[in-house]
């Protein structure tokens, strides 16, 4: 994928540029996807690029917390520090890689437009905090499969805007961000019952769904017996 930033710009304006491209693909997507599938409009969510912190309807986010969507707002929040991130700790860099991560919190806007949830904030409130977390994860992996389902339309209404190689790349960050992946890097051992977003195989395996499919009533995590 190519930004096709001015070459005077510098890094952060280049990614500022690469963000605001990709979100307004997937408005065009998702808007195509709602009309043909529900018969109605797609409203596309708010964006904004912070630096360190910054105030959300959903309390003050961190660059720490990494990209995240606020239902209360319907603002996807994206720290631009985070795809150097990705890149240089991760090892997961690519322009599709940055991409996968902006399709999933749109996916998560996708969850609170189909009311998705507001269902599963009022099935929380009646779970312990394991059973709470095993919740989200089958959010997480839902929004992985929708951000696989864009890219899998994105490709057929425009051939060039994803390139060989680049699906390999969002499947590689998603491999990199898995709560197994993560856990050990930083305590050095995995605790599956503190899980929230899905082990790496997981969030692989679900993205490809949506990358193989494009078929948003393939990612029913919630019914999923095994995920």
């Known amino acids: 994928m190519d930004p096709r930033a001015q070459p005077q710009a510098s ?3 280049q990614d500022a540029v690469f963000v605001r491209r990709v979100l307004g693909n997937t408005e065009r997507t998702w808007q195509q996807i709602f009309r043909t599938r529900y018969n109605q409009d797609y409203p596309a969510p708010k964006l904004v690029l912070f630096t360190g912190g910054t105030a959300t309807a959903c309390g003050t986010g961190q660059s720490a917390m990494g990209p995240f969507y606020c239902p209360n707002d319907r603002t996807v929040y994206i720290d631009l520090s985070f795809y150097r991130e990705l890149r240089d700790r ?3 860099g690519g322009d599709f890689a940055q991409a996968y991560v902006i399709a999933h919190e749109v996916g998560h806007h ?4 189909l009311g998705i949830m507001n ?5 929380r409130q009646r779970m312990s905090r394991e059973q709470a977390n095993q ?3 089958r959010v997480e992996l839902q929004a992985d499969c929708f951000a696989g389902v864009w890219a899998n339309v994105a ?6 805007l994803i390139e060989p190689g680049d699906f390999q790349e969002g499947l590689n960050a998603a491999g990199a961000i898995g709560d197994d992946r993560l856990q ?3 305590q050095g051992r995995v605790v599956p019952e503190a899980f929230t977003h899905g082990t790496s195989a997981q969030r692989q395996r679900w993205l490809n769904r949506g ?4 078929d948003i009533g393939q990612c029913d995590t919630f019914g999923a017996k095994t995920l």
């Not at 490709?155 to 060039?160: D, G, I, L, P």
């Open 11 to 13: 890094a952060s304006d």
């Open 90 to 92: 991760f090892g997961a």
């Open 110 to 113: 996708v969850q609170n437009v």
């Open 119 to 123: 269902k599963v904030d009022a099935a």
């Open 135 to 137: 919740l989200s994860v």
């Open 155 to 160: 490709q057929k209404n425009n051939a060039k």
């Open 184 to 186: 050990k890097q930083t």
């Open 211 to 214: 990358l193989a499919t494009g």
